[in-house]
């Protein structure tokens, strides 16, 4: 059985720095494309960053350039998201999910295993 859980989040001041991670068990992690996305209360869910299964390649939603970064450890079966300058914006449940690739436009189409979600929460 495939499961994705998430590690991190919580609560965090406008500017500051987070990690989340996520640790994928019963998976051909480095076969699998990972992703990350989020959905605020009331709000579509949003693409965020994506990594191949190589970690060669990545990509960012607009809202999140320059400020985050995926990374993987295909060693140790997990994903990261270094979040920098965290904005009240970012405040959303975020999920990871693994699929064959970081297709664009970005989507949740491909991704069949997803994650619970952690909640980051951006407040001061």
């Known amino acids: 059985e495939v499961q994705l859980v998430e590690f991190g989040g919580g609560l965090e001041q406008p500017g500051g720095s987070q990690r989340i991670s996520c640790a994928a068990f019963?998976?051909?992690?480095?076969?699998?494309?990972m992703r990350w996305f989020r959905q605020a209360p009331g709000q579509e869910r949003e693409a965020v960053s994506c990594i191949l299964g190589s970690g060669r390649f990545t990509s960012y939603a607009d809202s999140v350039k320059g400020r985050f970064t995926i990374s993987r450890d295909n060693a140790k079966n997990t994903v990261y998201l270094q979040m920098n300058s965290l904005k009240p914006e970012d405040t959303a449940m975020y999920y990871c999910?693994?699929?064959?690739?970081?297709?664009?436009?970005?989507?949740?189409?491909?991704?069949?295993?997803w994650g619970q979600g952690t909640q980051v929460t951006v407040s001061s």
């Open positions: 019963g998976l051909a992690f480095g076969h699998h494309a």
């Open positions: 999910a693994a699929g064959l690739s970081c297709s664009y436009p970005p989507s949740s189409a491909g991704f069949h295993y």
